[in-house]
């Protein structure tokens, strides 16, 4: 599988690589949904070993999926293959006692706990998880300074930055100066990684890479929700909580997804090769995360990889979903 270089870092990563976000199963925030359905263990480690078998070398997780569930299950489905793996966490969603997740006490004590998780002594890519440093950003000098020492004990390889704003990226990234930033990107919403945006300019003025989670917008691109009937899912999930996936909005959506359909083809591998493709297409895109429960979910994700789409399909791709009103 093609690798790309992940920013200025030198670390190489699969083109079509995994997040991990459904391996925590259901969870909550304060209240609100931030997991997904549950997922069978075993079914998800016979994932990552096909995975790995295919050339996927990059996995991404978090200390929020299912409170290190994720990791834990990560680090067991890897065993004494995690040399050979390119493996990111994040902090940031978890605040546990402290009274700001990016506390530098509790960024530490995270990123200790992640190792542990993940059986291992460093991770490659530690992720700021979101936006917000508190008022003011009260936060970010004492988070970066604790995520360079955390790099200068070898703790870690390379500082990433995921948000979900341009004025974030912009803001942080002259304070933080990762080698790698992440947030959504799919063909029904592009905006981070169009040409001439805002981030797309800081990408190139500070040599990093793009990492696309969410790029089959949680599923929807894959054609297989029915209009007809709003699917239904069970507690801890997050998409019981997004309006994408009411029937109107489905049915809108719909009326896009079958015009890729008759051009590219209506198999949940074509229609994935088209959405994953489509995000690789943009310039400084290292590579997209989209999410698995099984090896039947990572088959379909890998069929896309090696099947780049040519500009003028890009070109309408883009045309199609830009009338389409559903979004992230």
Not at 77 to 99: C, S
């Amino acid at each position: 599988m093609e690798k790309r270089r992940l920013g200025h870092s030198g670390i190489e990563v699969s083109e079509v690589s995994l997040g991990c976000w459904t391996m925590g199963g259901p969870n909550w925030s304060q209240g609100n949904p931030v997991g997904w359905a549950d997922v069978d263990e075993s079914e998800c480690i016979e994932a990552v070993h096909h995975a790995l078998d295919r050339g996927v070398n990059h996995f991404d997780n978090a200390d929020v999926y299912g409170n290190g569930r994720a990791e834990r299950m990560l680090a067991k489905a890897l065993g004494e293959r995690r040399k050979d793996v390119i493996v990111a966490t994040k902090v940031g969603h978890f605040k546990g006692t402290a009274i700001n997740a990016y506390d530098p006490l509790h960024i530490r004590h995270q990123c200790e706990q992640s190792l542990r998780n993940l059986n291992t002594d460093y991770v490659d890519v530690y992720y700021f998880h979101h936006g917000d440093f508190g008022e003011g950003d009260m936060y970010v000098d004492g988070a970066v300074e604790v995520a360079n020492r955390l790099k200068d004990e070898g703790k870690i390889r390379a500082i990433g930055l995921s948000a979900y704003s341009d004025d974030d990226f912009t803001r942080l990234v002259p304070k933080i100066k990762p080698t790698a930033l992440q947030s959504w990107a799919h063909c029904m919403d592009d905006g981070f990684i169009r040409s001439g945006g805002a981030v797309q300019k800081l990408l190139e003025a500070y040599d990093m890479a793009f990492v696309a989670f969410s790029p089959l917008n949680q599923g929807i691109l894959l054609g297989k929700y029915s209009s007809e009937k709003a699917p239904s899912f069970p507690e801890g999930d997050i998409r019981s909580s997004r309006d994408k996936f009411k029937a109107d909005k489905l049915q809108a959506a719909n009326v896009c997804i079958d015009q890729i359909k008759s051009m590219f083809g209506s198999s949940i591998e074509e229609m994935a090769r088209v959405a994953l493709q489509y995000v690789l297409a943009h310039d400084r895109v290292a590579c997209v995360i989209p999410g698995f429960r099984n090896k039947r979910q990572v088959e379909c994700n890998l069929a896309a990889a090696g099947k780049p789409l040519s500009d003028a399909e890009v070109r309408t791709i883009r045309d199609i979903y830009e009338a389409c009103p559903v979004g992230q």
